[in-house]
């Protein structure tokens, strides 16, 4: 039996993915969770096998959160659940330390194959992302360009691209401004950018709104 806990701020989500898990066998919901917060005091009275993450959770934003789980729980493997651009952050979460990366695109059954695979010790991707990382780089600049980031730099880009300031994006990283500003130089840097609007305009091609 794989015991499963769901964080997702959503209601119909947590709800939806319960009902579908637990309409096949070998399978238990032990708990949900809405928030990160919600999420580490339940993990303080159950063990699940796998964590289901919804990347952009309330609170801290899921590749911290996958940080902090890895640190403080690292028996527990977690799936990244995410409607966010999965060439994108599949690689992201997978280099913090997730066992999968799964979009809620996803036909209903790549939930039930994805938490067995990943509940029985094993990474899942989808067949789409497995064959858009086979592609050639020539053919994937804006890619290409992505994979020079570090998983940190790529969350930098995300919260930038999403309209916050400097002081924001510190906040929500647990980082000082200064650094932020510094990730951001080094970003304009990688992606051959002189100005913010540049820097956003390649955001918005690295699919990061």
């Not at 997702?8 to 070998?26: K, Y």
């Not at 919804?54 to 609170?59: A, K, Q, Y």
């Not at 997978?94 to 695979?117: M, Q």
């Not at 600049?141 to 924001?168: D, H, Q, Y």
Request: glycine fraction near 6%; charged fraction near 30%; aromatic fraction near 6%.
């Amino acid at each position: 039996m794989i015991k499963v806990l769901i964080a997702d701020n959503h209601p119909i989500v947590r709800m939806g993915i319960d009902r579908v898990l637990s309409s096949a066998s070998g399978f238990e919901v032990v708990d949900t969770a809405r928030t990160t917060t919600e999420l580490f005091k339940k993990l303080e009275k159950v063990t699940p096998d796998v964590i289901i993450l919804e990347m952009d959770i309330p609170e801290i934003n899921g590749i911290a959160a996958l940080r902090k789980l890895k640190q403080e729980y690292p028996d527990i493997k977690v799936l990244i659940y995410s409607g966010q651009s999965e060439d994108v952050y599949a690689l992201s979460t997978i280099r913090a330390g997730a066992f999968g990366y799964l979009s809620k695109a996803a036909d209903l059954d790549y939930i039930i194959s994805a938490v067995k695979k990943v509940g029985e010790g094993n990474m899942f991707i989808t067949n789409e992302l497995a064959q858009r990382l086979a592609f050639d780089e020539g053919t994937q600049k804006p890619r290409r360009f992505f994979r020079k980031l570090s998983t940190r730099e790529v969350e930098v880009l995300k919260l930038l691209a999403s309209g916050k300031r400097n002081k924001e994006v510190a906040q929500g990283l647990n980082l000082n401004e200064k650094t932020i500003s510094t990730y951001k130089a080094r970003l304009m840097k990688k992606l051959n950018v002189d100005n913010l609007v540049d820097l956003l305009q390649q955001a918005k091609a690295l699919e990061l709104y």
